[in-house]
Antibody
Framework: EVQLVESGGGLVQPGGSLRLSCVAS????????MTWVRQAPVKGLEWVAN????????YYVDSVKGRFTISRDNAKSSLYLQMNSLKAEDTAVYYC??????????????WGQGTLVTVSS | EIVLTQSPGTLSLSPGERATLSCRAS???????LAWYQQKPGQAPRLLIY???SRASGIPDRFSGSGSGTDFTLTVSRLEPEDFAVYYC??????????FGQGTKLEIK
């Protein structure tokens, strides 16, 4: 059974840093792109960042470029999101998800339960 | 950036009725890059449809997707009580950002 378990969320002051983790199980982690998606309170979904299988390709939404860094450790089946210079507008539930890139479609097929990040003084 | 606009914002229907949800893209989107997700309160999104019209594993056949170009539709043929939720479309095109629509809330009338 595919499982994704996020951790690392919490309350942080504006300008502070936080590192989110996502541990994967039930599939060969190193074979898949992975992604982070966030959801601000009572808002919709926003894609944040993607990383390819070996970590050599990384993509970010403009609003987090230069502040967030996505990374992975395939030996530990883990995905990370290092968040620096946090702003109030980064407050959200952060989900990790597995990316499927197939001829038939490109989509996020498994999601974690999410971890809440609150940026407030 | 491709903007996805979903309509209506809220859809009020009764169990047993048919629901039709729309997703319109600001520019043409490959059918293979259009997906639909369902989200219930306090839960993570769940993949329903990928490639515009293919049902994900375990998704009941009352859910169907259609469309091409800039106009896509999610249809629920006969609403069950567990179908009342928020639905999002998403495009995963050839380059980021991989945007979501703002969501359609399907509520019980």
């Amino acid at each position: 059974e595919v499982q994704l378990v996020e951790s690392g969320g919490g309350l942080v002051q504006p300008g502070g840093s936080l590192r989110l983790s996502c541990v994967a199980s039930g599939f060969t982690f190193s074979n898949f792109f992975m992604t982070w998606v966030r959801q601000a309170p009572v808002k919709g979904l926003e894609w944040v960042a993607n990383i390819n299988q070996d970590g050599s390709e990384k993509y970010y939404v403009d609003s987090v470029k230069g502040r967030f860094t996505i990374s992975r450790d395939n030996a530990k089946s883990s995905l990370y999101l290092q968040m620096n210079s946090l702003k109030a507008e980064d407050t959200a539930v952060y989900y990790c998800a597995r990316v499927r890139l197939r001829t038939e479609g490109r989509y996020f097929d498994y999601w974690g339960q999410g971890t809440l990040v609150t940026v407030s003084s | 950036e491709i903007v996805l606009t979903q309509s209506p914002g809220t859809l009020s229907l009764s169990p047993g009725e048919r629901a039709t949800l729309s997703c319109r893209a600001s520019q043409s989107v490959s059918s293979t890059s259009l997906a639909w997700y369902q989200q219930k309160p306090g839960q993570a999104p769940r993949l329903l449809i990928y490639g515009a019209s293919s049902r994900a594993s375990g998704i009941p056949d009352r859910f169907s997707g259609s469309g091409s170009g800039t106009d896509f539709t999610l249809t629920v043929s006969r609403l069950e009580p567990e179908d009342f939720a928020v639905y999002y479309c998403q495009q995963y095109g050839t380059s980021p950002p991989y945007t979501f629509g703002q969501g359609t809330k399907l509520e019980i009338k």
